[in-house]
């Protein structure tokens, strides 16, 4: 039988949300049939991702629904252009400027598509390649890219590519992408 994961972290993610006075491992686990040991793994990279908070309470570990702002949503603040892909090269997060960046309106258009169909990216075959690099060696990469379409001058690009956990606990990449002044 194989397990899915990404559905038992989502159940374990409802369960919490739904009580904000807060759940053991003991509780959760019980309620949705979960071996203990699994729910607290999922409780983890639930934590890490900033979902749900921890509190001790004398032996025992409590959890509530996180009250800090996902850092997803800060992405829209930033001046720089972000795309965050998983180790399948899926686009699994965007923010506002890339998209008015790129002339789309909705982060549907672009989630769930490979990185390569991105304007900005599949016109960089380089960057695809700077991905597969981060992804093996596990560090921060810096590199330029210079964009000429034959209409214009050409825009030079600085771009950051940064190693990280997705939300599923998942290795991906985050794209930070910042428009050099001529």
Do not use: C, Q, W
Request: glycine share 6%; no cysteine; aromatic share 6%.
């Amino acid at each position: 039988m194989k397990i899915d994961y990404h559905k038992e972290l989502e159940k374990v993610l409802a369960i919490v949300k739904k009580h904000p006075e807060g759940r053991t491992i003991k509780e959760i686990s019980r309620e949705i049939g979960i071996n203990r040991n699994a729910v607290a793994k999922y409780l983890d990279i639930l934590r890490v991702a900033g979902h749900v908070e921890m509190k001790r309470i004398g032996p025992a570990k409590v959890y509530y629904p996180s009250k800090f702002v996902p850092i997803s949503m800060l992405f829209d603040f930033s001046e720089e252009l972000i795309v965050i892909v998983d180790e399948n090269l899926v686009t699994v997060e965007v923010n506002s400027p890339l998209l008015r960046h790129i002339d789309v309106t909705s982060k549907e258009e672009v989630i769930g598509k490979p990185i390569s169909k991105l304007p900005i990216v599949g016109s960089f075959p380089k960057m695809v390649e700077n991905i597969r690099y981060v992804f093996g060696k596990h560090h921060v990469l810096e590199d330029e890219v210079i964009h000429n379409d034959g209409d214009s001058d050409p825009e030079k690009y600085k771009v950051k590519f940064v190693p990280t956990t997705l939300n599923n606990g998942k290795r991906g990449v985050a794209l930070l992408i910042k428009k050099e002044n001529a």
